[in-house]
């Protein structure tokens, strides 16, 4: 399969190629693709040296499919010229994600949602992405009424930038700020700039895409997002309100079996999830399982996940993997 991954030299781009090499995805011809500046630049995949072409190249070479994550303002320019040239294009950024004509897709959630007729095909928020793994089997069980959500996310949510602001306060070093604020020691409680409600765009994102992924707009959701000096993946205290009331052994054996998620949650032994334990997996980890005692019907726990990988490299990959396995790309649409 070719494939084609624009903004290869970025920080979720690297992820991308790490992520395809590691999971042995059909690649039989990489594309990568970066801005202007970065053409004719060379990065290795599987131990081959490749060259960086233009976008007009890329289209050009008809890949079978193209992984998207040059931000939102090149993804709504571009992506769709690989769209009308038949490509499937699997995209990144916020771009897409709440345009109703594309599906926003985590494969354990609502892969069945795909067609070959989906030629844009958006990849969520990556603090939505591992929250809505955990609900999902939570959901089918015993139907949420209400999330309520506070992040704690890493700074390589940002990029690199961020990483090096931190490491650079760090070692006391004045360089390039990605925050208006030190990030060393301290916590931000704004990710992404705010809306006339209050709330920051990474909480839209939350709240919206939740519903759109769940497909079912009764589920209510709020969400307070909080930057913190960390690497590895980010951490969420998620409080679930359900209909109907469960058994703790029962929550517990449900997220064990459920696709994608590990549950981690062992107290007495001091096991429950963190950054350092998911920085590298594709997993999302559930721990600190508890009722709330406050109202009926609710649980509380703890979600962590790697942000870069099933927040974002990984899930972009899944999704190219259940459309390879069901003949969904490469094949000639009307578009």
């Known amino acids: 399969m070719k494939v084609a991954v624009v903004g290869a030299t970025g920080l979720v781009g690297t992820k991308m190629l790490q992520v395809l090499a590691e999971r042995n995805f059909p690649v039989t011809e990489l594309i990568p693709v970066a801005s202007e500046k970065s053409v004719g630049k060379e990065i290795t995949f599987k131990g081959k040296q490749y060259k960086v072409v233009s976008v007009e190249d890329a289209i050009k070479q008809k890949p079978n499919v193209a992984l998207f994550s040059a931000g939102g303002s090149t993804s709504l320019a571009q992506a769709p010229l690989f769209a009308d040239a038949g490509i499937t294009v699997i995209d990144n950024s916020s771009a897409w994600r709440m345009d109703p004509t594309k599906k926003l897709v985590v494969p354990e959630v609502n892969a069945d949602v795909l067609t070959a007729e989906d030629k844009i095909i958006a990849n969520p928020n990556c603090s939505t992405i591992q929250m809505v793994v955990a609900l999902k089997p939570l959901h089918e069980k015993y139907k949420i009424k209400r999330v309520v959500v506070s992040t704690y996310q890493s700074v390589t949510g940002t990029g690199v930038k961020a990483v090096d602001q931190l490491f650079n306060e760090r070692k006391g070093i004045d360089g390039p700020k990605a925050y208006p604020y030190t990030i060393d020691l301290n916590v931000i409680p704004q990710i992404d700039v705010f809306t006339e409600n209050g709330y920051t765009k990474e909480e839209m994102k939350m709240i919206l895409e939740t519903k759109k992924i769940m497909g079912d707009d009764s589920i209510k959701v709020t969400a307070t997002t909080v930057r913190i000096p960390v690497m590895g993946g980010h951490s969420e205290s998620v409080n679930i309100e359900f209909e109907n009331d469960f058994d703790l052994a ?27 334990d998911a920085h590298d997996k594709d997993e999302v980890f559930v721990g600190r399982i508890r009722r709330d005692e406050t109202q009926p019907n609710t649980l509380n726990c703890w979600i962590v996940s790697d942000n870069l990988r099933k927040g974002a490299a990984t899930n972009a990959i899944q999704i190219a993997e259940y459309l390879a396995a069901k003949n ?7 578009v």
């Open 328 to 334: 969904l790309i490469g094949q000639e649409v009307e």
């Open 250 to 276: 029962e929550v517990r054996e449900l997220l064990s079996n459920a696709p994608g998620v590990v549950v981690t949650d062992d107290v007495a032994n001091l096991k429950y999830p963190m950054p350092l």
